[in-house]
């Protein structure tokens, strides 16, 4: 395993996306989780990707794309749903530590996506500010509908695609750092049973 760091976006998204081969096939490397390593990085962080996920306890990053410390500047909500702080938190990523790939990590039964699809269908509430949460992934569900999809899958990958349609939309500094080349953003959808990661959409580099 080579342990130069990525400079381009696609060296970035080819290096996350190997870890994930590996961790779907039980060969993890574990790299960058010793004692040296934590050493190494104490007095500043150069990660190589911004990945904003779902924080289902599932979907730890780290772990699925077997990298270590200091390789991931990890954002996570429930439902990978996006406000002011997250975007500042990823604008941080991409601006101050240059980070050269934001990936929005979705996942097969998604429960926040299932409590959306359940308060469209049936007119579900949740309590408290659940029902926030819920009410930002209900733009994704209504999409999917709108467009014939009927299959769970479908409806996750809806919801990556419009979390980054709606991270390139709000946030100037990304879309300008993607246009100008320095970042790419992509979309997966991870799958629990199985630990792969399959690309969605993206913005900035191919699947290879």
């Known amino acids: 395993m080579t342990d130069v760091a990525p400079s381009t976006p696609q060296e970035a998204f080819d290096l996350l996306m ?39 306890s599932r979907l730890a990053a780290e772990i699925i ?23 500042g938190s990823i604008e941080y ?16 039964a998604c429960g926040a996506v299932a409590a ?12 408290g500010y659940v029902r926030d949460v819920i009410e930002q992934v209900t733009h994704s569900v209504l999409a999917a509908r709108a467009a014939g999809v009927s299959e769970d899958d479908d409806f996750i990958a809806e919801h990556v695609r419009h979390s980054v349609d709606f991270l390139m939309d709000r946030s100037r500094e990304l879309s300008e750092q993607v246009a100008a080349g320095r970042t ?6 991870y799958r629990l049973a199985d630990g792969s990661a399959r ?10």
């Open 184 to 189: 790419a953003v992509v979309g997966l959808s």
């Open 93 to 108: 990523g991409v601006s101050i530590l240059e980070c050269p790939l934001v990936v929005v990590l979705g996942h097969d």
């Open 18 to 56: 190997a870890g994930n081969r590996r961790f779907a096939a039980g060969t993890q490397e574990h790299p960058h989780q010793d004692a040296a390593r934590r050493a190494e990085i104490a007095p500043v962080q150069s990660p190589f990707a911004v990945l904003f996920g779902c924080s289902d």
């Open 65 to 87: 794309f077997d990298r270590g410390l200091g390789d991931l500047f990890v954002v996570r909500t429930a439902g990978h749903v996006a406000g002011p702080e997250v975007l």
């Open 116 to 127: 959306a699809r359940a308060a469209v269908e049936d007119g579900t509430t949740a309590p």
């Open 199 to 208: 690309l969605v959409t993206s913005h900035g580099v191919s699947a290879g």
